[in-house]
């Protein structure tokens, strides 16, 4: 069958297709119905099954006989280090960590956070905790102390999981002085700490609270899988919204595992046995479902890679990974791939590697332009296709289905819905616009399996933030069109979040940390265009009336003051003083304007704009840091 026909047999019977697709999911009681709507429109699938993901992403393997094959793979390119773990050597590890875990106490529903950089240990950490029915939060390694401290008082963890380090190429990052901030920063205090020491940082450890991670496990007994509610949350993810309070993603375990099963052959055209390779983090969704548990699930070999596309150490890192672990299906974000455009535009390293295992090169995470997918096809020999998701959805939107057949490629088009998503792209009133028109991006409740039911301890900001505009619909939150033959276009967020390098990030929360500087009376924080990263952000400050201080130097403390708040990974390393905003009359800061103004792009003066003349100086404030054509 190829695509049309299976999204028409999805659509005549939603929940017969998925309950077929739970077939192929080991379940300890399986479900009675697939889908409840008794809450609409909040929704739940497999409510009534007992599963557990530890055992659908490891045990079953071995006992099917893969326990000899590699499940993970660890490329660490700063550490100069390589290894493999079996699936039997995994379920060993991954069952004596939750037996540990369980002897503290941890038990089904508690939540345990995980702050580990790209090792497998943080994988074996998420593992054990599905194991127990316990429920994770992983937290990237590139937030500040202050941001593990939000997530710590929002999902009230049992137990912490760390690392003692992480390597980026330029520095170590002290793992534990920041979790060590942040917990005292926190008013939820977790029983205790897990530390993997790492050889590079060995950690002080907190008596009292810190166990390390081997001494832990000593003389435990391994911990059987703990059968959970098909509706049971498999983990907690937060993501940047419009303000500073990051939104609790929750992942469904039956949902979850339906759909991410059915994701690897359907998209990724993978096979037990084959190697995927996801080059992202675990902090990042992609991370959740295409390094850890999907390639698991489905039985394949996944990377863990810790490294940079360019530097680690130079741009033919990505291809040395695909070529000596026989990569069959790669997945990155196209800023990684204009990092290594740039430093190899002739794609001279690519020719020092045999490509012949790689079959299909996927991008998401932020929009791929058309140059890059050329280059990387041109370079590569294989289809580069581009997808779109989210880290609600926890898995593609919008894709090219290679394993049921490849579509067309539309250059500046991630493809086709996928089946569970009804999309209609819709005008601000509600209603559907035609073939070419651009909207707000809309999915027809309910949502497919996998996908967020509701946000933790935030029911109701779930249904302000996704199910209130468009009654009947969820709101995605990026804006764009759908042509003729029913391929979608993503042009823009609808919000104030914005795509550093292919990080999610929300403006609102940037503008909170500046607003809180003392000489800083009101601010603006937009994403202008970046031909690296995508999008940059640009702070825009007013001080105090009588602050006269050096501008410079209330600029270096925001942007200090940004990397203590948020961390690196905000990149925030620009901000100009003007001396006002443009506003509309009703005091709404106009900007939407600003950004096309910074990009150079053509714009519209504003109808409601309270004084033009403010976009003039803005406009000559952009030209002294080289943007609105300066
Ligand atoms: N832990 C701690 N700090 C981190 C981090 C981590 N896991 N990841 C990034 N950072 C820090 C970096 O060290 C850097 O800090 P600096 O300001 O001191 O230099 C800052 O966060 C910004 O990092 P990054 O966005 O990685 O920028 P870069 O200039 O170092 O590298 C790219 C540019 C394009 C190579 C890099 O952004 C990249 O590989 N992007 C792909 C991201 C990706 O795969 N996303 C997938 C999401 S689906
Ligand atoms: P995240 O939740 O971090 O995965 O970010 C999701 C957002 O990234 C989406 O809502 C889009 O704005 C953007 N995004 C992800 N994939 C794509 C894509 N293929 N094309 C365009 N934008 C994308």
Redesign the pocket.
Known sequence: MGYREIYAQWKADPEGFWMQEARAIDWVKPPSRALSGDRAPLYEWFADGLVNTCWNAVDRHVEAGRGNQLAIIHESPVTHLRKGITYRELQNRVASLAGALRAKGVEKGDRVIIYMPMIPEALEAMLACSRLGAIHSVVFGGFAANELAVRIDDCKPKAIIAASCGIEPSRIVHYKPLLDAAIDQASHKPDFCVIFQREQEVAKLIEGRDLAWHTFQYGVEPAECVPVEGNHPAYILY??GTTGAPKGVVRPTGGHLVALNWTMKAIYDMNPGEVFWAASDVG???GHSYICYAPLIAGCTTIVFEGKPVGTPDAGTFWRVISENRVKSFFTAPTALRAIKREDPGGEFVKEYNLKHLKICY??????DPDTIAWAERHLKVPVI???????TGWAI?ANPMGIEPLTVKPGS?SVPMPGYDIEVLDEGGHPVGPGTLGAIAVKLPLPPGNLPTLWNAEDRFRKSYLSHFPGYYE???AGYIDEDGYLY?M??TDD?I?VA???LSTGAMEEVLASHPDVAECAVIGVSDTLKGQSPLGFLCLNKGCDRPHADVVTECVRLMRERIGPVADFKRALVVDRLPKTRSGKILRGTMVKIADGGEWKMPATIDDPAVLDEIAAALKTVGLAGG
């Open positions: 993501t940047s990042w969704v992609v991008l998401a995470g932020e929009r791929a581009d997808h779109w998701w989210q880290t609600e919008a991630p995605t939150g990026d993503i823009a967020r979040v795509n292919g990080h999610r």
